[in-house]
């Protein structure tokens, strides 16, 4: 609460746009007598900090004015549109976002002695790179870039190299581990002791996503998550605990719809207050995402007593409803990885019938070694577990292994092919907009 | 001499590898008395690097026993074979290479102000990395990754982040150039100030490289080079002048045939030695690179009183001998970079005409706007100008542009397709055996 206080008396004196924004919606620090008072204060969207970057480029809102110099930037992966830039002074960098990635690192048990292996390009994007800096600055492992080396280079040197930690993507993981397979390699004999997942759903929101790489590598799967825009949020723990840096950011979680928070431990819309960087503070930020619920005053195991994330269900546009039923796109993606036939290739398109009725098609790739006289039995397999987790039918479509693109960075998995809703439709225009938006 | 003789001694006591090399060549650290006697010091070769990292992996003598631990690798790019392994300490890397790379990147006047952007990809090739992490660790300036960029999505984002200074590789910066322009967008525009090149010879060896690097960006050039086993050698100044950062590292310029020095200012093979780094010090080591010469003594424009640095002429195996005459690759390099018409795409061919003669063949691609009635003047006029530089016919090829691939690191332009040359061969046997082995 301090610090909430702090952060927020400094942007009232500091920030014109959020004066302005709380001016205009009647909002001034006074009011912040208790944590409660928080929904005083209007939710900011990431549209009003893109605006706001096309009228003062390139930071706009993101950099409170005189702060600097920069020494790194963030930009988000523009998956909903013109890429947010988020400029980190030294100070913001190392001491607030490096330092809550580096939870997650010590959670998983990452230290000096370690090699460390980036199976990423570097950009911007900071969901990974940010780890390894940490490996890097705060831990000092021995660190090794090669975004772009090819899938068996980094397999050889993997083993030359006596790689002991692999970061990078599920999705790229998943399909290194195949590479592997293909080439009479056993990925699990390559010495890995430890992965570390992120920008994507990993171990924490799809469980079955972290059974796969783990039995794929024979190791421990780490995983965290976070937003450029604020920080690193949750991280795995060795009991598969999800904990939150609440420390570093304030996190709500409030009905979609009415912007009310949900019971305790209840799931809904993410919304993330910075309570410690200085340059670019998101003060109540919508994030899009859809959280399983979080749980405060658990001791876990791990003998850690941060509140709990239970893990990610998807974007805010990433739950379709279908004739009235709520989907999760995370939820399908924990079917799926949790059927042994299926490959780790598949993608599911949102469309209507002619008929004007909803529909998904979950289209998926079996894996190579299964014989395409199974396909029906499978198909159909998958279609009974979809209807067992979500009592709606989808249409199910098996396609040739290596038909779908292999994604190194974020997989879009999701099409929605739906024409937008008018606001007397069953899903809202909002989120209709979003989910068009993301395609 | 104090450092040498430091750095004789400590390897005489700590290292295996050079105790045993140095006594089978009845060498003894007592035997250094002056300078001159370093020629008492047997050679280093590249293959006995590679040797030593295949019985000892992955380090090899590279990595002095209980050195350690290891924040970075190096590691070659494998042009001659299999790539050697560079192990850093902290105290060599950011204490030693970086250190050298900062001269560099200090003399090219780039500052904390600056926003740096790094045009390659990570791995751990440091030719590049280490400048990057020089502005990064030692500068405090604002740097950019972004190796997996597309060209186009680079060129917006330098408009966009306000990025000053680029670092990459001669050829691709060139290819950004000619993208831009082929979307017409004009590079002079973009607001680079400075242009750091290295990987490949830039405008230290290759002058007419840079001058096309001007034209195209409106920029400063500036250029540095040196290999992955030892050191950053030498850095260009603002009076376009190489100077060798003397206090890390010890050049000598041999008769590439007699191993002797030649005299002052001469061009010659240059064998490097390593007068600081702890873990990886290469004495004597043979860097395969042809100079120019080296000239000691002399006070440059700008101030500073370095031994000079004259350029490279190519690698010892880039030296093709062609019927009695050397011609270097990049001297072939700097006549097409000096004629308007041709692109920056190019390569050429040694082989044998049916007769048993050498020949050399260069195939360069136009630019787009040069019409194709002027292709065949435009063949005779490169035809003529290698002639006069080398006074030896060349065969000229034009291809249509495109046709060429595009490297993003070290570009490959040379392939020697003669049978190898026994010793009573014009060319050594050593020599064919290295031009061979970088095809």
Not at 102 to 112: D, L, N, Y
Request: glycine share 10%; charged share 25%; net charge negative.
């Amino acid at each position: 609460m301090a610090r909430l206080r702090e952060q927020i008396n400094y942007l009232w004196e500091k920030s014109p746009f959020y004066r302005q924004k709380w001016e205009e919606s009647n909002f001034c620090p006074a009011l912040l007598r208790t944590l409660d008072d928080i929904n005083r204060i209007p939710i900011l969207h990431k549209e009003e900090i893109r605006l706001s970057q096309e009228q003062d480029p390139p930071y706009g809102m993101m950099s409170v004015p005189g702060r600097g110099p920069f020494i790194r930037i963030g930009m988000t992966s523009g998956t909903t549109g013109e890429p947010v830039i988020i400029p980190f002074t030294e100070e913001d960098y190392f001491g607030v976002y490096c330092a809550g990635a580096a939870r997650a690192v010590w959670a998983a048990g990452i230290r000096k002695e370690d090699v460390v292996h980036a199976a990423f390009g570097f950009t911007p994007f900071l969901g990974l790179a940010a780890a390894y800096d940490c490996c890097e600055h705060l831990i000092g492992s021995l660190v090794i870039p090669g975004g772009i080396w090819s899938s068996l280079m980094r397999l050889t040197m993997i083993r030359k190299l006596g790689i002991t930690v692999l970061m990078g993507t599920p999705t790229y993981l998943l399909h290194l581990a195949k590479v592997a397979e293909e080439n009479g390699i056993d990925a699990r004999t390559l010495g890995i002791k430890t992965i570390l997942t992120a920008g994507e759903p990993g171990k924490m929101s799809i469980p079955n996503t972290g059974v796969r790489l783990e039995e794929a590598w024979g190791a421990r799967i780490f995983d965290y998550c976070g937003t450029q825009e604020t920080h690193y949020l949750a991280w795995l723990c060795d009991e598969n605990v999800g904990h939150i840096n609440e420390d570093l950011a304030y996190c709500e979680v409030l009905d979609p719809e009415t912007d009310e928070p949900v019971p305790p431990g209840e799931s809904g819309k993410l919304v993330v207050t910075d309570l410690i960087s200085k340059t670019h503070p998101c003060i109540r930020f919508e994030t899009g995402d859809l959280v399983k619920g979080i749980e405060a005053g658990a001791t876990c195991a791990c003998g850690r007593t941060l509140s709990v994330m239970k893990g990610f269900m998807g974007r805010v546009g990433d739950i379709i409803k279908i004739r009235g039923v709520c989907v999760s796109v995370a939820g399908i993606e924990n079917v799926i990885r949790g059927i042994s036939e299926c490959s780790d290739s598949y993608e599911y398109i949102a469309s209507k019938t002619e008929g004007g009725m909803d529909k998904i098609t979950v289209r998926v790739e079996p894996k190579y070694d299964v014989d395409s006289g199974q396909w029906d039995d499978l198909r159909k397999k998958i279609a009974q577990k979809l209807q067992l987790s979500f009592m709606v039918n989808m249409d199910v479509e098996l396609l040739a292994p290596g038909t779908l693109p292999v994604y190194e960075l974020k997989a879009k998995r999701f099409r929605d092919n739906r024409p937008p809703i008018t606001d007397t439709g069953e899903v809202s225009t909002k989120a209709a907009e979003k989910a068009t938006a993301r395609v």
